[in-house]
């Protein structure tokens, strides 16, 4: 049986003429968190795209699970956060998260979800409310307590940091952390390169559709001799010889720890 939760190889894909993924290989492991970074357009949201079949594959192959990707059963055990997360807007909260639990096929437990709520404080009077009375925070915070609730495997979650005030963050970062107590496999993406740093066992950058580096993001530092991420993430990705190099060998050698 194998512990690899996400496979993904030489994975490619173009939009017309912009080649957003330029063969990325990936692997993701049972209990890992990974956190994948880049600047904008570096390719991240087309790789969980691609993960989760919104978006067909011009080569490659991924495994979720050990199932191939195209099948639906793959993703079962998944939960997902988009980039841009907005509810149906006539719906309430509630209505919201019953419609979620029930396609995740759990239960809306009052207690949990008010638990939940209190965790990512997000006001429980919302929930009555139509979603589209919701700030960008609030509307977020939603969606994550829905992730959260459904009990998943896999969270993969781009950018769920996105909008919150200081304290929505230190406070998903905690339920973020929880998520360890239960095994589960957490995939994420972001700009803040310091919740990476907190949160991630192991950090991919990507740039250009290509696999810079994948270790952890203390060995990001070790390697470009910074002892700042934000540095050495620049020296990543400004230095395309090295780059390259370490998509081949390094990063192949961390994939397969
Ligand atoms: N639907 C689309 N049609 C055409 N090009 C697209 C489309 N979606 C993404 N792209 C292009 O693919 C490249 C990768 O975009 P992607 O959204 O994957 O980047 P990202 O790393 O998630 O960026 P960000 O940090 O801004 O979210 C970019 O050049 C982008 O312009
Ligand atoms: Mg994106």
Redesign the pocket.
């Known amino acids: 049986m194998t512990d690899a939760v996400i496979r993904a190889r030489d994975v490619r894909k173009r939009?017309?003429r912009?080649e957003?993924l330029r063969g990325v290989d990936v692997e993701v492991v049972r209990g890992e968190f990974v956190g994948l970074a880049?600047?904008?357009?570096?390719?991240?949201?087309?790789?969980?795209?691609c993960l989760l079949d919104f978006l067909s594959l011009d080569a490659g192959t991924i495994e979720i699970f050990g199932v191939p990707h195209r099948e639906p059963r793959s993703r079962a055990k998944l939960a997902f956060l988009p980039?841009r997360f907005s509810p149906p807007y006539y719906l309430t909260g509630t209505d919201f998260l019953r419609y979620l639990l029930r396609l995740s096929g759990e239960t809306y437990r009052e207690g949990a979800v008010q638990a939940m709520l209190a965790a990512l404080d997000l006001d429980p009077a919302a929930l009555a409310r139509a979603v589209r009375t919701y700030s960008k925070g609030m509307t977020q915070k939603l969606g994550l307590a829905g992730a959260f609730l459904s009990q998943r495997d896999l969270y993969v979650l781009?950018?769920p940091m996105s909008g919150l005030d200081p304290k929505a963050r230190a406070l998903v970062k905690r339920q973020i952390a929880s998520l360890r107590d239960r095994g589960a496999t957490l995939v994420f993406?972001s700009?803040a390169l310091a919740d990476v740093e907190e949160v991630c066992d192991r950090m991919i950058v990507?740039h250009r559709?290509v696999r810079y580096f994948s270790g952890t993001p203390r060995s990001l530092c070790d390697h470009y001799g910074e002892r700042s991420i934000e540095q050495a993430f620049l020296k990543c990705i400004e230095g395309p010889a090295h780059g390259r190099h370490n998509d081949n060998a390094q990063a192949h050698a961390a994939d397969r720890r």
Do not use: M, P, Q, S
């Open positions: 939009y017309g912009t957003a880049g600047v904008n357009g570096a390719g991240k949201t087309t790789l969980i795209k980039e781009d950018e993406t700009h990507l559709g």
